[in-house]
């Protein structure tokens, strides 16, 4: 768990949110609920987890997936 | 949380809310956080951060269309296999865990499967045609984040769906589930025969305790890969619907806290819808994600081979290699290129960023290659307006 000091996460830092677990073991699915319901539900969601991003623990994952030698480069459009 | 660097920032796997959120660089630094090599310049691709995993390649329901072509005497791993996998994809970095099958619930002992992928820090998640599951059984799915029972509807549409009716045998399941605390939600596979009754299936899974629906486009796999696929799939004014046909579900189960999902292969269908096509940063800021083989996605076959996602074949990559080989195996590449090669007409799309071209799936067995979806409704009026590449749109 990572003990580093903390500051408060500015909303606009948080660039995508996916709710939920997706529970199919088939093909990855999204939560279609914000993209179509009142701005009140969003920006519930999006307060709860800017909260959640300033009190829950920090364990960092992945740690054996380091950049390689000669590896591709990620594409652009990797990113959300 | 799950915290785990990207070239952009960093995926953060949230417990309560449960969420995936992508944070920018500011974002991961205001968590005392630095990614230094991951957010060089040059950083390779990293390892997906949902995989599916087959745990059985065991079935007798028999399904017409099942996209897997499982049997009753497929084979199914031990445990420590599975946990042994499960090991690898912690390495990744992966943080959610869908288990699946064939059936899992052939095997007796999903409960260790479960506290198995938790005490590795992986969200496991369950997929279950849910027949012959009894209350005893459900129970021990609690440590399961979510169960999705496949649900296509009543009668009549279980049996288009699946070529018999078990709609009672999957409705058992979802109250089963409910009743154990289990969070439950119905996976609903649309084809041009069941469309019609999506308002009453969700409204039904619904009465039954699911809180949770996941939409699913019939795919040309497994068995479904036979011509019959061509009578089943989706209607192209279906298809072009799908935004609408959202909107007014979700405008009458949201409120009541029950959530629509889709699935990948049908993002290519809102490009039909003008409110979403005008707004594309809606769509990426929701965590709508499209075609994500080679990235976000990954599949583990039943052997222990990676797959880009479940309705294709394998690559050579083994999930014990999956941390360091995700990067260099040449056909997880292929899939990841498709969004910088893009041809028309996804390369001018607005929302090819999150669509990344459709399901590759339905690409290569209509159109024998890994092209753009050619059920999209933008590739259906390109193909038109130029009638030298025919495509059979109904």
Redesign the interface.
Known sequence: M?D???????PR?????????????????????????TSL?GSA?FA??VA??GK?????????????EG?????????? | MRLRFERFGAWAGLDSPPAVVALDRDGVRALGLDGGARWREDAPPTPPIEVHLAVTARCAAGCEGCYLDARPDGHEPPLGVLLARMDALRRAGVMTLAVGGAEPLTRDDLGALADGARSRGLTPVLTTSGLGLTAEKARALRAFAQVNVSYDGGAEQYAEVRGFDEAGGAEAAVDALARAGVRVGVNVVLTRATWHALPATLRRARSLGASEAQLLRYKPAGRAASADYLARRLAPDQARSLGETLRALVAEHAPGGFSIRIDCSMVPFLSADARLYASPETLARAGVFGCEGGQALASVKVDGRIAPCSFVAPTALEVADLARGHERDPDLARWRAFRSQAPEPCASCAIVDVCKGGCKAVSAFLDGEHGPDPECPRVLTDRANRPHLQVAPG
């Open positions: 990572s580093a000091p903390r500051s408060p996460v500015d830092s948080v660039r995508a949110v996916r709710p939920g677990h997706g529970a199919s073991c088939s093909s990855i699915g999204s939560v279609v609920d914000t993209l179509f319901v539900l969601l709860a987890v959640a991003l829950e623990p920090v364990e960092v994952v992945g740690d054996e997936q380091r950049p390689a590896a591709g480069k990620a594409p652009d459009d990797e990113a959300p």
